[in-house]
């Protein structure tokens, strides 16, 4: 048998866009041949999956899921909304969120995870489903986070079916309480979470980065007023702490009730329950964030067509 070498897999590779592991397999199974190659990764889908991964997936699903006092947050992307109303894309997602319970919500290791209801990978599902619904999906990020003692709570906006959604929050409270107070205050952090995008849980949180940023523009803005150095050296300072009260969960003003910020809410809760709680951790997943969204008017998506 010819040698595979890997300036073989790197040619196949960037031929078909295919992945490194299955160009070589490719190789394998073809005895070398680049041409066999090819047309195997074509038959099983790769290769036409892979040529797509070049379109924008910015819609799709946002999925959570709890077991015990762990849970997890998934967002799965594919090109258009239609296809996120899709069976076969939501079933993919629901199970996402669950395979990343049990792999600490590590992409890789979700990917490579056996799927007892294909036969494959989790990855290789995916590819499949690529192939089949003739869309670029990506299985972009997920999160879990877990409690000791207390209650780890879910929240999805614009459900589209039980666990699907939009928008993701998971808030993990550590406490003795009562597991159904806990329940009702931590669905309802998690509801003010999907309204207020916090980016970090305390001030200790926030990028320090972050924080030099809004500093230098808080600093030229106060030096434009002309007033002493110690003046505005009070001003930035009292816009930092404005930035944290709306960037910081614990700083936030509730949504719920604005003249209380979202620490005194769990601070009265504990008093009610009798027992200390303690908000340790969340996360929260909006569809697309920080993804460039492809847009083009319905004259032009025309006129692409015509020129084909």
Known sequence: ???ITAAMVKELRETTGAGMLDCKKALVEAGADMEKAVDWLRKKGLASAAKKSSRIAAEGLVAVAIEGNKGAVVEVNSETDFVAKNDIFQDYVADAAIVALKNDGDIEKMKACNCPKCGKTFGERLT????????NMNLRRAKVISVNNGLVCSYIHNAARDGLGKIGVLVALESS?????????GKHIAMHIAASAPIALNIDGVPAEAVAHEKSIFSEQAAAS??????IEKMVEGRIRKFY???VLEEQAYIMDP????????????K????????TDYAFFKLGDGLQKKEEDFAAEVAAQLKK
């Open 128 to 135: 499949d489903m690529i192939a089949k619904i003739g869309e």
């Open 177 to 185: 309480a009562d597991k159904a107070k806990l329940a009702d205050l």
């Open 1 to 3: 048998m010819a040698e």
């Open 245 to 247: 009260e709306e960037v």
């Open 272 to 279: 009610d329950a009798g027992a200390e709680i303690k908000l």
């Open 259 to 270: 003249d209380k910020k979202v620490k005194a809410v769990i601070a009265d809760a504990a």
């Open 226 to 231: 002309g007033k002493p150095a110690n003046i």
